[in-house]
């Protein structure tokens, strides 16, 4: 079964606007976590932002944060003010604490940003 | 720079033939991680190592493909008798879980194209 479900293969967003790609996940142990990497078309993996499956808040690091559902085991990314360099390919990964501790990461999300 | 190298950054090989990608991490990182990647896909997990232990391998990997850290240090994977299936960017990624997330942090690839 897909651990990581991101169900947008493509995704387009105006310059400066705001954009929410979609990541569910599953698994039954209660500790995990959730990280965002961006892959431009250069290849490198950039990490964007972590949600530790304790952590009350949701997190936040400068124009990304992550809006994190725990009953509905979802961790949408948010880019807010979307720039031009944000065109790249964005995946979602889970690390399980109790199965092992490999990274699970999703298909992917390809997104551009349209001037 | 101390980020994670990896070399070859390309391969060009024809099918049977052996090859061997070597990974060296973040030097005060103790886990590794080979993943390979598909064209338009995300990441496929295929081993990590917790110093020299090889503490997880993917059941997607065959009897093919064989990985080593022998000093906790740098890593090697290697793929006997190629075919053309295991053409991929095979990427290499290293972590620290002291402190910190435990985000991977990613080489640039090695390419592997098989004829």
């Known amino acids: 079964a897909q651990k990581i479900t991101q169900t947008q293969p493509g995704m387009f967003v105006q310059e400066k606007e705001a954009v929410t790609l979609d990541c569910t996940y599953d698994?039954?142990?209660?500790?995990?976590?959730l990280f965002w990497y961006k892959q431009p078309s250069s290849g490198e993996m950039i990490f964007l932002i972590y949600?530790?499956?304790?952590?009350?808040q949701n997190a936040t690091e400068g124009r990304y944060s992550l809006n994190f559902q725990k009953a509905r085991k979802s961790a949408n990314l948010v880019i807010s003010a979307s720039q031009l360099g944000d065109s790249a390919m964005y995946f979602c990964?889970?690390?399980?604490?109790?199965?092992?501790?490999?990274?699970?990461f999703g298909p992917g999300t390809r997104l551009s940003v349209l001037p | 720079d101390t980020g994670v190298s990896q070399n070859p950054r390309h391969k060009i090989t024809k099918r049977g033939q052996n090859v061997t990608f070597r990974c060296d991490p973040i030097s005060e990182h103790n886990r590794l991680y080979w993943y390979r990647q598909t064209l338009g896909q995300g990441p496929e997990f295929l081993t990590y190592f917790q110093n020299e232990a090889q503490l997880e391998k993917s059941r997607l990997l065959s009897d093919r493909f064989s990985a080593e850290r022998p000093k906790g240090s740098f890593s090697t994977l290697e793929i006997q008798r190629t075919e053309q299936g295991d053409s991929a960017m095979y990427l290499c990624?290293?972590?620290?879980?002291?402190?910190?997330?435990?985000?991977?942090?990613f080489g640039e690839g090695s390419r592997l194209t098989v004829l």
């Open positions: 698994t039954s142990d209660p500790s995990y976590g």
């Open positions: 990964a889970m690390r399980e604490s109790n199965y092992g501790q490999n990274f699970v």
């Open positions: 990624a290293s972590s620290s879980m002291t402190g910190g997330t435990g985000e991977l942090f």
């Open positions: 949600q530790g499956s304790y952590d009350q």
